[in-house]
Nanobody, 114 residues
Framework: QVQLVESGGGLVQPGGSLRLSCAASGSIFSISMGWYRQAPGKQRELVAVLTSGGSTNYADSVKGRFTISRDNAKNTVYLQMNSLKPEDTAVYYC?????????WGQGTQVTVSS
């Protein structure tokens, strides 16, 4: 199974931006990929999808603010997050869509706070 390593999280003020990266151990060229997040006390949710055909889908809570993209040559998926809100605070993970149980990484913490 593909191994995934997320990075790019941090502490940011409301209204700020971050770009998350997800490096895969192998080719993701023909795989639909997604970014998930889990806030304290809540279930993990899928917030952005990029299909193998290049289509994107977003959760209503992030639509218009987040953008998912990929660089197949680098086996990397990105999540550009703009206009961040405190409710975006969570651990962010990438995985295939649907998710592979054995491919969850450690995630990267995003904290939005003033």
């Amino acid at each position: 199974q593909v191994q995934l390593v997320e990075s790019g999280g941090g502490l940011v003020q409301p209204g700020g931006s971050l770009r998350l990266s997800c490096a895969a151990s192998g080719s993701i060229f023909s795989i639909s990929m997604g970014w998930y997040r889990q806030a304290p006390g809540k279930q993990r949710e899928l917030v952005a999808v990029l299909t193998s055909g290049g289509s994107t889908n977003y959760a209503d809570s992030v639509k218009g603010r987040f953008t998912i993209s990929r660089d197949n040559a680098k086996n990397t998926v990105y999540l550009q997050m703009n206009s961040l809100k405190p409710e975006d605070t969570a651990v962010y993970y990438c995985n295939t869509v649907p998710a592979l149980k054995g491919s969850w990484g450690q995630g990267t913490q995003v904290t939005v706070s003033s």
